[in-house]
T-cell receptor, first 111, second 113 residues
Framework: SQQGEEDPQALSIQEGENATMNCSYKTSINNLQWYRQNSGRGLVHLILIRSNEREKHSGRLRVTLDTSKKSSSLLITASRAADTASYFCAPSGAGSYQLTFGKGTKLSVIP | EAQVTQNPRYLITVTGKKLTVTCSQNMNHEYMSWYRQDPGLGLRQIYYSMNVEVTDKGDVPEGYKVSRKEKRNFPLILESPSPNQTSLYFC????????????FGPGTRLTVL
């Protein structure tokens, strides 16, 4: 199964600032998903971007995908304390039956 | 309410005492899976099921069993738990496979003494 690798491992910003986290993967994909996990809770799906899409928006979230560089980024604009969580990417390739998660980016938004 | 439920949410047990963690979804999902989450290791998939009676190993299946007799249920069985299975466990489901949004349960925190 293919695993995404999130970068940075940890990020600390002030409320109101933008947060950017990145995901790299190794082989071609069909789509890539981003998830959020509040401490000790189940993951929550944020956004799915397909391999033929370059950018996708959902509220304050913006996801980009660059298949030539095998990378994706998640931008959270005007961050809030409630955005404090770990963020995971999950790429999936053709014929995948497994969804593998990396170690995530731990985002801390300071009020 | 559409959801994935897990029971128990917390469990402390002793080495060798068989246990089952239940997982149930009410969304008529085909695909279900189990993950464990450990500090520094992220989430690792234990088993997954594409449909009823179809299960397959994930990345860390040793020491675990699963069954999928009904579409809605996907229990995780530890026949002889050991301390290295102390972890936070998550069940997840989706409409059909990994190309869809995964819905996660609230987690089961297991401690094996």
């Amino acid at each position: 199964s293919q695993q995404g690798e999130e970068d940075p491992q940890a990020l600390s910003i002030q409320e109101g600032e933008n947060a950017t986290m990145n995901c790299s993967y190794k082989t071609s994909i069909n789509n890539l998903q981003w998830y959020r996990q509040n401490s000790g809770r189940g993951l929550v799906h944020l956004i799915l971007i397909r391999s033929n899409e370059r950018e996708k928006h959902s509220g304050r979230l913006r996801v980009t995908l660059d298949t030539s560089k095998k990378s994706s980024s998640l931008l959270i604009t005007a961050s809030r304390a409630a955005d404090t969580a770990s963020y995971f990417c999950a790429p999936s390739g053709a014929g995948s039956y497994q969804l593998t998660f990396g170690k995530g980016t731990k985002l801390s938004v300071i009020p | 309410e559409a959801q994935v439920t897990q029971n128990p949410r917390y469990l402390i047990t002793v080495t060798g005492k068989k246990l089952t963690v239940t997982c149930s979804q009410n969304m008529n999902h085909e695909y279900m899976s189990w993950y464990r989450q450990d500090p520094g290791l992220g989430l690792r998939q234990i088993y997954y099921s594409m449909n009823v009676e179809v299960t397959d190993k994930g990345d860390v299946p040793e020491g675990y069993k699963v069954s999928r007799k009904e579409k809605r249920n996907f229990p995780l069985i530890l026949e002889s738990p050991s301390p290295n299975q102390t972890s936070l466990y998550f069940c997840a489901s989706s409409f059909s496979g990994v190309y869809n949004e995964q819905f996660f349960g609230p987690g089961t925190r297991l401690t094996v003494l």
